[in-house]
């Protein structure tokens, strides 16, 4: 079947490829203008789109919703997060979410690596009901369970939960891994699974390679470590459905009295903060950041600088473009005294200019592929 217009299209192509290789010049300096200006759109967007848009790749992550602790005198101060004890007694009160979980971040931990070198690893505490609440399916095994966040560990031994990028990296991603036994910290654990690559934790830029329970803190530091009013769990709630972020807000300003007031040690009482504290509810379909508040406002005003970058250089490609035309005046003047029309000399331009796409698609897949090598696993 012969496809209209098809063999005209080829000649096109061939003779704006061959156009193209003759001016050296000029193709390296539009695919260059096109890097330019695409490239820092891709730059700065990725970064937006880490911070704002990318949704988390787990059950309906629209009813996902952070609690925060926020001080109305400086905004733009980093977030505070929770102690361990008010997630649970906002879990116990609640009548806004269905479940409020609790993931403290940075946590470090000694593993010996592949060639048995003790290292300094990067783990997160949860609690028991942290992966539930998410949905997130395991890879292999299972995923940490309430019954494996108890005082003093449960009677089979502490359980934790590998990252794909460790069991892969590390251990060469043997399949067996579940249900064998590590040292982390000098302390004995099981392996009771491994996440799936698309899971990387609910910390923008923070990818844990090993997961525990929360109170193996206390076998980490000491019993005292998870008894303190430490506020550095962010709590990540799901909405029971029908429930709005405010009808969820209304709900958190009883929270100052009924969950902070109680837990803080009456030493801290007096502290500015303590007196001007606030509970708020803030959407969690992207994970949260200690970033966000202090980096989202220049980097959207740094999406609309780069955008302007972007139109100058469009505006530079298409003042090339017009120029080489001009050159080519002898040129068309030959091809429609021979019999060319000028649809057919119009068209034949503009196929020589969609031949500059292939500059434009590997201006758009370097920063992107860049960024992928850059990734943590």
């Known amino acids: 079947m012969k496809i209209p217009g098809f063999k005209d299209l080829m000649q096109d192509l061939s003779f704006a490829v061959r156009q193209l290789r003759k001016s050296p010049a000029f193709t390296i300096t539009a695919v260059l203008t096109l890097a330019l200006g695409i490239g820092a759109n891709t730059a700065i967007f990725s970064l937006l789109y880490a911070l704002m848009l990318r949704s988390l790749p787990v059950s309906h992550p629209e009813q996902l919703a952070r609690i925060r602790i926020s001080d109305p005198a400086d905004p733009q101060a980093n977030d505070v997060g929770l102690s361990w004890q008010m997630i649970d007694m906002i879990r116990a009160t609640s009548h806004t979410f269905s479940d409020v979980s609790g993931w403290s971040g940075h946590t470090s931990i000694f593993m010996k690596d592949e060639q048995g070198t003790l290292r300094l690893w990067e783990g997160e ?149 303590v007196k001007r504290a606030v509970f708020q509810v803030q959407p969690g379909r992207s994970g949260f950041s200690f970033l966000r508040q202090q980096f989202v406002t220049p980097l959207l005003m740094m999406q609309g600088l780069v955008g302007v970058v972007l139109l100058l250089c469009c505006v530079n490609l ?60």
Not at 204 to 219: C, E, I, R, T
Not at 327 to 342: K, P, S, T, W, Y
Request: aromatic residues 10%; glycine residues 12%; contains cysteine.
């Open 125 to 273: 505490l949860v609690t028991g009901n942290a992966f539930g609440l998410m949905g997130v399916k395991p890879l292999l095994g299972r995923l940490i369970l309430p019954s494996d966040d108890v005082q003093g560990g449960p009677p089979q031994g502490w359980a934790v939960v590998m990252s794909y990028g460790l069991w892969n990296d590390q251990y060469k991603g043997d399949r067996g891994i579940v249900g064998k036994q590590i040292t982390v910290s000098d302390i004995p654990v099981t392996v009771v699974g491994v996440l799936p690559p698309t899971f990387d934790g609910v910390e923008v830029g923070f990818s844990p390679k090993l997961y525990m329970p929360n109170h193996f803190l206390a076998a980490l530091y000491g019993q005292g470590a998870i008894d303190g009013p430490n506020l550095n769990y962010a709590a990540m709630g799901r909405l029971k459905p029908g429930v709005s972020l405010a009808q969820a807000n209304a709900e958190a300003a009883t929270y100052k009295k009924a969950v902070f007031d109680p837990v803080v040690p009456p030493r801290f009482a007096a502290l500015p903060f």
């Open 318 to 377: 298409a003042g090339l473009l017009l120029a080489r035309t001009y050159g080519r005046q002898h040129e068309f003047a030959v091809r429609a005294a021979i019999g060319a029309g000028r649809w057919r000399l119009m068209r034949q331009y503009l196929r020589a200019s969609c031949s500059l796409w292939p500059g434009q698609c590997l201006a758009c897949c370097l920063p992107g592929l860049q960024a992928a090598r850059l990734s943590p696993s």
